[in-house]
Protein backbone atom coordinates (compact mmCIF):
# COMPACT_ATOMS: atom_id res chain seq x y z
CA UNK A 1 0.00 0.00 0.00
CA UNK A 2 1.14 3.08 -1.54
CA UNK A 3 2.18 5.58 2.15
CA UNK A 4 0.37 8.40 0.76
CA UNK A 5 -2.62 7.13 0.07
CA UNK A 6 -2.71 5.64 3.86
CA UNK A 7 -2.17 8.85 5.31
CA UNK A 8 -4.64 10.33 3.16
CA UNK A 9 -7.16 8.05 4.38
CA UNK A 10 -6.48 9.34 8.19
CA UNK A 11 -4.11 6.33 9.07
CA UNK A 12 -2.52 7.37 12.21
CA UNK A 13 1.28 7.03 11.88
CA UNK A 14 3.52 6.57 14.35
CA UNK A 15 7.64 6.70 14.20
CA UNK A 16 9.26 3.48 15.97
CA UNK A 17 13.24 3.97 16.97
CA UNK A 18 14.35 1.01 18.16
CA UNK A 19 17.22 1.05 21.25
CA UNK A 20 20.43 0.06 19.63
CA UNK A 21 21.58 -1.66 22.30
CA UNK A 22 18.80 -3.76 23.06
CA UNK A 23 18.60 -5.21 19.18
CA UNK A 24 22.25 -6.02 19.58
CA UNK A 25 21.56 -8.38 22.24
CA UNK A 26 18.59 -10.07 20.88
CA UNK A 27 20.09 -10.33 17.38
CA UNK A 28 23.28 -11.92 19.57
CA UNK A 29 20.77 -14.19 21.64
CA UNK A 30 18.84 -15.32 18.08
CA UNK A 31 22.42 -15.87 16.23
CA UNK A 32 23.60 -18.48 19.13
CA UNK A 33 20.07 -20.36 19.22
CA UNK A 34 20.11 -20.47 15.28
CA UNK A 35 23.98 -22.07 15.86
CA UNK A 36 23.55 -24.08 18.62
CA UNK A 37 20.14 -25.31 17.48
CA UNK A 38 21.70 -26.74 14.12
CA UNK A 39 25.06 -28.67 15.36
CA UNK A 40 23.33 -30.10 18.45
CA UNK A 41 20.31 -31.46 15.76
CA UNK A 42 22.79 -32.89 13.21
CA UNK A 43 24.69 -34.12 16.52
CA UNK A 44 21.11 -36.13 17.23
CA UNK A 45 20.85 -37.15 13.77
CA UNK A 46 24.42 -38.34 13.14
CA UNK A 47 24.75 -40.20 16.59
CA UNK A 48 21.75 -40.98 18.13
CA UNK A 49 19.89 -41.89 14.62
CA UNK A 50 22.53 -43.12 11.99
CA UNK A 51 24.63 -44.67 15.20
CA UNK A 52 27.45 -42.76 13.68
CA UNK A 53 30.78 -41.71 15.72
CA UNK A 54 32.85 -38.91 15.46
CA UNK A 55 35.78 -41.77 13.64
CA UNK A 56 33.29 -43.22 11.27
CA UNK A 57 32.20 -40.03 9.93
CA UNK A 58 35.33 -39.35 9.61
CA UNK A 59 36.44 -41.86 7.85
CA UNK A 60 33.05 -41.55 5.74
CA UNK A 61 34.30 -37.80 4.73
CA UNK A 62 37.39 -39.44 2.86
CA UNK A 63 35.03 -40.96 0.10
CA UNK A 64 32.64 -38.05 -0.05
CA UNK A 65 32.58 -36.10 -3.04
CA UNK A 66 30.79 -33.23 -1.98
CA UNK A 67 33.55 -32.50 1.42
CA UNK A 68 36.50 -33.46 -0.63
CA UNK A 69 34.94 -30.48 -3.29
CA UNK A 70 35.13 -28.23 0.24
CA UNK A 71 38.26 -28.98 1.88
CA UNK A 72 40.48 -29.40 -1.62
CA UNK A 73 40.21 -25.14 -1.37
CA UNK A 74 39.91 -23.25 1.62
CA UNK A 75 38.66 -20.75 -1.10
CA UNK A 76 35.44 -23.13 -2.15
CA UNK A 77 34.05 -22.78 1.42
CA UNK A 78 34.26 -19.12 0.75
CA UNK A 79 32.19 -19.45 -2.63
CA UNK A 80 29.94 -21.17 -1.28
CA UNK A 81 29.06 -18.71 1.83
CA UNK A 82 29.08 -15.92 -1.19
CA UNK A 83 26.34 -18.14 -2.62
CA UNK A 84 24.33 -18.63 0.12
CA UNK A 85 23.78 -15.25 1.14
CA UNK A 86 23.15 -14.25 -2.23
CA UNK A 87 20.57 -16.82 -2.60
CA UNK A 88 18.73 -16.33 0.63
CA UNK A 89 19.05 -11.90 -0.62
CA UNK A 90 17.50 -13.31 -3.86
CA UNK A 91 14.30 -14.63 -2.15
CA UNK A 92 13.98 -11.65 0.02
CA UNK A 93 14.15 -10.05 -3.39
CA UNK A 94 11.44 -12.22 -5.06
CA UNK A 95 9.73 -12.18 -1.94
CA UNK A 96 9.26 -8.40 -1.78
CA UNK A 97 8.63 -8.40 -5.89
CA UNK A 98 5.07 -10.53 -4.91
CA UNK A 99 3.41 -8.19 -2.60
CA UNK A 100 4.49 -5.23 -3.34
CA UNK A 101 1.99 -3.29 -5.64
CA UNK A 102 4.66 -1.14 -7.84
CA UNK A 103 6.81 -4.05 -8.00
CA UNK A 104 10.62 -3.41 -8.83
CA UNK A 105 10.20 0.55 -8.51
CA UNK A 106 9.21 0.12 -4.99
CA UNK A 107 12.27 -1.38 -3.82
CA UNK A 108 15.35 -0.38 -3.23
CA UNK A 109 18.90 -2.27 -2.82
CA UNK A 110 20.97 -0.42 -0.31
CA UNK A 111 23.68 -0.78 2.64
CA UNK A 112 21.92 0.05 6.38
CA UNK A 113 24.03 3.13 7.74
CA UNK A 114 24.14 1.03 11.15
CA UNK A 115 25.99 -2.04 10.48
CA UNK A 116 26.52 -1.78 6.62
CA UNK A 117 24.41 -4.81 5.86
CA UNK A 118 23.26 -5.50 2.76
CA UNK A 119 19.01 -5.10 2.68
CA UNK A 120 16.22 -5.39 0.12
CA UNK A 121 14.13 -2.41 1.13
CA UNK A 122 10.59 -1.79 0.27
CA UNK A 123 8.80 1.97 -0.20
CA UNK A 124 5.53 0.84 0.69
CA UNK A 125 4.03 0.33 3.72
CA UNK A 126 2.86 -3.53 4.03
CA UNK A 127 0.26 -5.72 6.26
CA UNK A 128 2.25 -7.41 9.21
CA UNK A 129 1.08 -11.03 7.05
CA UNK A 130 3.62 -9.73 4.06
CA UNK A 131 6.26 -8.15 6.09
CA UNK A 132 6.80 -11.74 7.77
CA UNK A 133 6.02 -13.48 4.71
CA UNK A 134 8.92 -11.26 3.08
CA UNK A 135 11.25 -11.99 6.16
CA UNK A 136 10.08 -15.79 7.59
CA UNK A 137 10.45 -17.60 4.04
CA UNK A 138 13.32 -17.15 2.80
CA UNK A 139 14.75 -17.75 6.71
CA UNK A 140 13.01 -21.21 6.72
CA UNK A 141 14.71 -22.24 3.05
CA UNK A 142 18.18 -21.36 3.87
CA UNK A 143 18.00 -22.45 7.21
CA UNK A 144 16.99 -25.93 6.33
CA UNK A 145 19.07 -25.85 3.01
CA UNK A 146 21.67 -25.24 5.12
CA UNK A 147 21.01 -28.24 7.66
CA UNK A 148 20.94 -30.28 4.15
CA UNK A 149 24.46 -29.18 3.38
CA UNK A 150 25.25 -30.29 7.05
CA UNK A 151 24.04 -33.94 6.35
CA UNK A 152 25.37 -33.72 3.18
CA UNK A 153 29.29 -33.11 4.05
CA UNK A 154 28.98 -35.31 6.81
CA UNK A 155 29.11 -32.71 9.39
CA UNK A 156 32.10 -30.98 7.68
CA UNK A 157 33.54 -28.19 9.80
CA UNK A 158 33.76 -25.84 6.87
CA UNK A 159 30.20 -25.88 6.40
CA UNK A 160 29.68 -25.16 10.05
CA UNK A 161 31.89 -22.39 9.71
CA UNK A 162 29.38 -21.12 6.57
CA UNK A 163 26.32 -21.87 8.64
CA UNK A 164 28.40 -19.85 11.40
CA UNK A 165 28.48 -16.55 9.38
CA UNK A 166 25.17 -16.85 7.76
CA UNK A 167 23.41 -17.22 10.94
CA UNK A 168 24.08 -13.69 11.72
CA UNK A 169 22.33 -12.50 8.76
CA UNK A 170 19.57 -14.98 9.45
CA UNK A 171 19.17 -14.12 13.16
CA UNK A 172 19.09 -10.28 11.94
CA UNK A 173 16.16 -10.87 10.02
CA UNK A 174 14.52 -13.15 12.45
CA UNK A 175 14.81 -10.54 15.49
CA UNK A 176 12.61 -7.65 12.54
CA UNK A 177 10.17 -11.03 12.46
CA UNK A 178 9.43 -11.37 16.25
CA UNK A 179 9.75 -7.12 16.63
CA UNK A 180 7.08 -7.59 14.24
CA UNK A 181 4.22 -9.70 15.90
CA UNK A 182 5.11 -7.38 18.68
CA UNK A 183 4.34 -5.18 17.38
CA UNK A 184 1.17 -6.46 15.80
CA UNK A 185 -0.21 -7.71 19.25
CA UNK A 186 0.38 -4.45 21.23
CA UNK A 187 -0.65 -1.62 19.18
CA UNK A 188 -2.87 -3.62 17.01
CA UNK A 189 -1.40 -1.52 13.57
CA UNK A 190 -2.52 -2.41 10.54
CA UNK A 191 0.30 -1.40 7.92
CA UNK A 192 3.98 -1.36 8.72
CA UNK A 193 6.96 0.62 6.52
CA UNK A 194 10.32 -1.41 7.35
CA UNK A 195 12.51 2.10 6.73
CA UNK A 196 15.67 1.06 8.17
CA UNK A 197 15.00 -2.70 9.25
CA UNK A 198 14.54 -3.14 12.68
CA UNK A 199 15.86 -0.04 13.79
CA UNK A 200 12.93 2.55 12.30
CA UNK A 201 9.96 1.39 11.14
CA UNK A 202 6.94 3.61 10.40
CA UNK A 203 3.14 1.92 11.89
CA UNK A 204 -0.07 2.76 10.12
CA UNK A 205 -3.66 2.30 12.23
CA UNK A 206 -6.78 2.72 10.84
CA UNK A 207 -8.77 4.95 12.56
CA UNK A 208 -12.85 4.56 13.01
CA UNK A 209 -15.41 6.59 13.12
CA UNK A 210 -18.87 7.16 14.65
CA UNK A 211 -21.89 6.30 12.53
CA UNK A 212 -25.05 6.04 14.27
CA UNK A 213 -22.94 5.70 17.47
CA UNK A 214 -21.12 2.77 16.72
CA UNK A 215 -17.56 2.93 15.91
CA UNK A 216 -16.70 1.49 12.19
CA UNK A 217 -13.79 0.79 10.58
CA UNK A 218 -12.81 3.18 7.61
CA UNK A 219 -12.69 1.48 4.13
CA UNK A 220 -9.70 1.42 2.69
CA UNK A 221 -9.54 3.03 -1.01
CA UNK A 222 -6.91 3.70 -3.43
CA UNK A 223 -6.95 7.18 -4.93
CA UNK A 224 -6.16 8.18 -8.50
CA UNK A 225 -7.01 6.09 -11.51
CA UNK A 226 -7.90 2.49 -11.75
CA UNK A 227 -4.42 1.83 -12.56
CA UNK A 228 -2.69 3.22 -9.80
CA UNK A 229 0.22 5.72 -10.54
CA UNK A 230 3.91 4.52 -10.05
CA UNK A 231 5.48 5.94 -7.52
CA UNK A 232 8.50 6.75 -9.10
CA UNK A 233 8.68 8.13 -13.03
CA UNK A 234 12.22 8.26 -14.81
CA UNK A 235 12.48 11.57 -17.03
CA UNK A 236 14.98 13.62 -18.54
CA UNK A 237 15.07 17.08 -16.88
CA UNK A 238 16.19 19.95 -15.41
CA UNK A 239 17.61 19.69 -11.85
CA UNK A 240 17.90 22.86 -10.90
CA UNK A 241 15.25 23.89 -8.34
CA UNK A 242 15.06 27.84 -9.03
CA UNK A 243 14.72 26.73 -13.03
CA UNK A 244 11.18 26.76 -14.25
CA UNK A 245 11.91 23.74 -15.88
CA UNK A 246 12.35 21.75 -12.54
CA UNK A 247 10.36 18.48 -13.25
CA UNK A 248 9.67 19.36 -16.54
CA UNK A 249 10.19 16.12 -19.19
CA UNK A 250 12.58 16.82 -21.94
CA UNK A 251 13.41 15.06 -25.03
CA UNK A 252 15.92 13.08 -25.06
CA UNK A 253 17.79 14.85 -27.72
CA UNK A 254 18.06 18.22 -25.34
CA UNK A 255 21.47 17.87 -23.47
CA UNK A 256 20.94 21.54 -22.04
CA UNK A 257 18.18 23.46 -20.30
CA UNK A 258 16.92 26.42 -22.25
CA UNK A 259 15.97 28.12 -19.25
CA UNK A 260 18.92 28.48 -16.95
CA UNK A 261 21.54 26.34 -19.31
CA UNK A 262 22.02 23.69 -16.77
CA UNK A 263 22.80 20.23 -17.96
CA UNK A 264 19.71 18.07 -18.25
CA UNK A 265 19.97 14.72 -16.50
CA UNK A 266 18.04 11.62 -16.21
CA UNK A 267 15.94 11.86 -13.18
CA UNK A 268 13.57 9.73 -10.85
CA UNK A 269 10.39 11.60 -10.01
CA UNK A 270 7.92 11.15 -7.48
CA UNK A 271 4.83 10.91 -9.20
CA UNK A 272 2.08 11.17 -6.81
CA UNK A 273 3.51 13.76 -4.11
CA UNK A 274 3.82 17.44 -3.88
CA UNK A 275 6.12 19.05 -1.40
CA UNK A 276 7.54 22.48 -1.13
CA UNK A 277 10.90 22.78 -3.87
CA UNK A 278 13.06 25.54 -0.81
CA UNK A 279 15.37 23.54 0.26
CA UNK A 280 15.75 25.98 3.40
CA UNK A 281 12.27 25.62 4.24
CA UNK A 282 11.07 23.53 6.80
CA UNK A 283 8.33 21.84 4.64
CA UNK A 284 10.91 20.53 1.95
CA UNK A 285 10.85 16.96 1.16
CA UNK A 286 7.32 17.17 3.46
CA UNK A 287 3.86 16.10 1.61
CA UNK A 288 1.70 18.83 0.76
CA UNK A 289 -1.87 18.52 -0.29
CA UNK A 290 -1.88 18.41 -4.15
CA UNK A 291 -4.00 20.96 -5.02
CA UNK A 292 -1.52 23.31 -2.95
CA UNK A 293 0.23 26.01 -5.34
CA UNK A 294 2.62 27.60 -2.81
CA UNK A 295 4.29 26.28 0.63
CA UNK A 296 1.81 27.66 3.25
CA UNK A 297 5.23 28.51 5.35
CA UNK A 298 7.47 30.01 3.05
CA UNK A 299 5.79 31.13 0.01
CA UNK A 300 7.75 29.59 -2.69
CA UNK A 301 6.41 27.16 -5.28
CA UNK A 302 5.35 23.92 -4.83
CA UNK A 303 6.36 20.55 -7.14
CA UNK A 304 7.48 17.07 -7.34
CA UNK A 305 10.62 15.91 -6.46
CA UNK A 306 13.48 14.70 -8.73
CA UNK A 307 16.44 12.75 -7.91
CA UNK A 308 19.58 12.07 -10.34
CA UNK A 309 18.93 8.53 -11.75
CA UNK A 310 22.64 7.43 -12.81
CA UNK A 311 22.86 4.17 -15.40
CA UNK A 312 26.63 3.92 -15.68
CA UNK A 313 27.42 1.18 -13.91
CA UNK A 314 24.50 -1.43 -15.08
CA UNK A 315 26.14 -2.37 -18.85
CA UNK A 316 29.40 -2.95 -16.92
CA UNK A 317 28.05 -4.84 -13.89
CA UNK A 318 26.27 -7.41 -16.61
CA UNK A 319 28.98 -7.44 -19.01
CA UNK A 320 31.71 -8.87 -15.89
CA UNK A 321 28.77 -11.12 -14.20
CA UNK A 322 28.55 -13.01 -17.74
CA UNK A 323 31.61 -12.60 -19.08
CA UNK A 324 33.28 -13.63 -15.42
CA UNK A 325 30.52 -16.83 -15.25
CA UNK A 326 31.51 -17.85 -18.83
CA UNK A 327 35.22 -17.53 -18.22
CA UNK A 328 35.51 -19.83 -15.15
CA UNK A 329 32.88 -22.67 -15.84
CA UNK A 330 34.98 -22.80 -18.81
CA UNK A 331 38.45 -23.31 -17.45
CA UNK A 332 36.59 -25.80 -14.55
CA UNK A 333 35.43 -28.01 -17.03
CA UNK A 334 39.19 -27.68 -18.88
CA UNK A 335 40.59 -28.84 -15.65
CA UNK A 336 38.17 -31.66 -15.25
CA UNK A 337 38.59 -33.03 -18.48
CA UNK A 338 42.58 -32.79 -18.09
CA UNK A 339 42.08 -33.57 -14.58
CA UNK A 340 44.47 -31.03 -13.66
CA UNK A 341 44.25 -30.44 -10.05
CA UNK A 342 47.27 -28.74 -8.52
CA UNK A 343 46.17 -26.95 -5.10
CA UNK A 344 48.10 -23.61 -5.48
CA UNK A 345 46.68 -23.52 -8.67
CA UNK A 346 43.12 -24.21 -7.45
CA UNK A 347 43.68 -21.32 -4.72
CA UNK A 348 44.67 -18.79 -6.97
CA UNK A 349 41.57 -19.48 -9.38
CA UNK A 350 39.40 -19.28 -6.44
CA UNK A 351 40.66 -16.37 -5.47
CA UNK A 352 39.87 -14.68 -8.87
CA UNK A 353 36.55 -16.05 -8.86
CA UNK A 354 35.83 -13.96 -5.93
CA UNK A 355 37.51 -10.72 -7.01
CA UNK A 356 35.61 -11.13 -10.35
CA UNK A 357 31.90 -11.69 -9.15
CA UNK A 358 32.22 -9.89 -6.20
CA UNK A 359 33.48 -6.80 -8.12
CA UNK A 360 30.23 -7.51 -10.56
CA UNK A 361 27.19 -8.16 -7.51
CA UNK A 362 29.24 -5.01 -5.88
CA UNK A 363 28.71 -2.96 -9.34
CA UNK A 364 25.45 -4.36 -9.47
CA UNK A 365 24.55 -3.10 -6.01
CA UNK A 366 25.81 0.30 -6.33
CA UNK A 367 23.80 0.79 -9.96
CA UNK A 368 20.98 0.29 -8.24
CA UNK A 369 19.29 -1.55 -11.17
CA UNK A 370 17.53 -4.75 -10.75
CA UNK A 371 18.68 -6.47 -13.21
CA UNK A 372 22.12 -5.50 -12.98
CA UNK A 373 22.25 -6.80 -9.79
CA UNK A 374 19.79 -10.18 -10.35
CA UNK A 375 22.34 -10.29 -13.02
CA UNK A 376 24.98 -10.20 -10.94
CA UNK A 377 23.85 -12.73 -8.23
CA UNK A 378 22.42 -15.56 -10.75
CA UNK A 379 26.21 -15.34 -12.74
CA UNK A 380 27.42 -16.78 -9.22
CA UNK A 381 24.88 -19.33 -8.16
CA UNK A 382 25.14 -20.48 -12.28
CA UNK A 383 28.76 -20.88 -11.87
CA UNK A 384 28.36 -22.42 -8.34
CA UNK A 385 25.96 -24.87 -9.28
CA UNK A 386 27.83 -25.63 -12.59
CA UNK A 387 31.01 -26.43 -10.61
CA UNK A 388 29.51 -28.54 -7.99
CA UNK A 389 27.41 -30.73 -10.81
CA UNK A 390 30.08 -31.16 -13.23
Same mark, same amino acid.
Given at each position: ?????????????????????????????????????????????????????????????????????????????????????????????????????????????????????????????????????????????????????????????????????????????????????????????????????????????????????????????????????????????????????????????????????????? *???????????????????????????????????????????????????????????????????????????????????????????????????????????? *????????????????
Amino acid at each position: MVKYDLRRQGFAVTERKQNRDAITALWVIFTVVLIVGNILSVNVFFTSIMGYDAEALADMRIDNSFSLLIDSSPFNIMIIIIGIYFIYLGLKLIMTIFVCSDKFRSIKLKLLSVNAVPICHCREALTVKQTVFIYLAPFIIIYFAMYALCLLSLADLFVFLAIFIMSFFLAFDLTLVVYVLYIKAKYKVDYIAIDHHIYEITTYKNTYVGRNKKAIKSEIKTFGNKYKKRMYEHINTCLNMACANYTVDFNESVKICPACGDKIYK *AAVLSNVVTCVNPACGNYGHELNLDMKACPLCGAKTGKLAFKFDEDLKKPAVIISITAAALFCLIHLIMAANRINIAPLNNIISLAGIIAFGIAVYMGFLSKDKTAFI *AAVASVLFTVVFVVIT
